[in-house]
């Protein structure tokens, strides 16, 4: 039809954590959606899935986008802006990109992990 139905799953080291909402029949999305959860002090990565919702079988990944414990070291501040999505199956071709913003909040003891998935394209 031209259109998905996406929602993204974050993961931190593999383990979902947060599912945006599903918004229905689009390629622009708006999610507008911010979590924070509190981050584990030996965590690898985070990976931001995109995900198309199919009522009659399996949902499939449009992309994701991974972001590594040194990405965000190098911004201290957090990371805001668009970024490509990758694919996840090599034989897949992916295009686009998604609007986030990451950071890291609290000492090293006590972390948290402040999402906000914005929009995609």
Sequence with gaps: TGSSDPYCIVKI???AIIRTATVW???????????????????HSISIYVMDEDALSR?????KVCITRDMLAEHPKGFSGWVSLSEV???????????????????????RLRCSVLEAR
């Design 13 to 15: 080291d593999d383990e």
């Design 25 to 43: 029949k689009t390629l622009s999305p708006f999610w507008g959606e911010e979590y924070e959860v509190q981050l584990q002090p030996s965590f």
């Design 59 to 63: 949902d499939d990944v449009i992309g």
């Design 89 to 111: 199956d090599p034989d897949e071709e992916v295009q686009g990109e998604i609007h986030l913003r990451v950071e890291v909040l609290g000492s090293q003891g006590s972390r």
